[in-house]
């Protein structure tokens, strides 16, 4: 009797303590009831987490004047991430565009940027709750083209003295060669 007595307070603290963690794990979810207005309750989830951006980049050449694709790499912990966004500050322009998710990635096409100067380029992801994450920031710099096109006054007559030159060198060693085998075979 003494043994089933025993096994008895065995099961029963084994019981107690694994209700006990239950109410633990229970207490320790980030869920709070709330009423939608027409006394039907719903359980909506409250995070602190906000999303991770774990890389994104540019796809094209933004330096040059050219349409160019932003691309980023973001989730969120507790799968409430409401939109993907890039912005882009530069002279006499700001662009807040939302990304839409292509199934890998969050990605979007933006037009060129033609006003000369710095860009600072950065995208920020958002959650339900309002949580907001910013990534790093990349500049980018359009910068007028300063190179000035030949002057065909001056550079055509050096080119063309220097081909004739050069032309009459080719010509001149040719001739010692060719002279230099014909008596080395006689």
């Not at 303590?17 to 709070?32: D, F, K, Y």
């Not at 050069?166 to 010692?176: N, Q």
Request: include cysteine.
């Amino acid at each position: 009797m003494v043994i089933h007595q025993r096994s008895a307070n065995i099961i029963v603290v084994v019981t107690l303590l694994i209700l006990v963690s239950n109410i633990a794990i229970l207490t320790n979810r980030v869920e709070s009831q709330t009423t939608d207005g027409f006394g039907e309750k719903e359980f909506n989830r409250i995070a602190d987490v906000s999303p991770s951006i774990y890389d994104w980049g540019i796809t094209g050449r933004a330096n040059e004047s050219a349409a160019f694709t932003v691309w980023a790499n973001v989730t969120d912990d507790d799968l409430d991430l409401a939109n993907v966004s890039v912005h882009v500050d530069g002279p006499n322009t700001t662009i807040h565009e939302l990304m839409p998710f292509n199934g890998t990635f969050y990605v979007t096409n933006l037009d060129a940027l033609h006003n000369f100067g710095l860009y600072d380029i950065y995208v920020t992801a958002t959650d339900l709750a309002n949580n907001t994450r910013e990534g790093r920031h990349i500049s980018v710099e359009i910068i007028p083209d300063t190179t000035e096109p030949p002057d065909p006054s001056i550079t055509m007559p050096i080119v063309v003295i220097s081909s004739v030159i050069t032309g009459f060198i080719v010509c001149v060693v040719a001739y010692l060669y060719a002279k230099r085998k014909l008596t080395n075979t006689a």
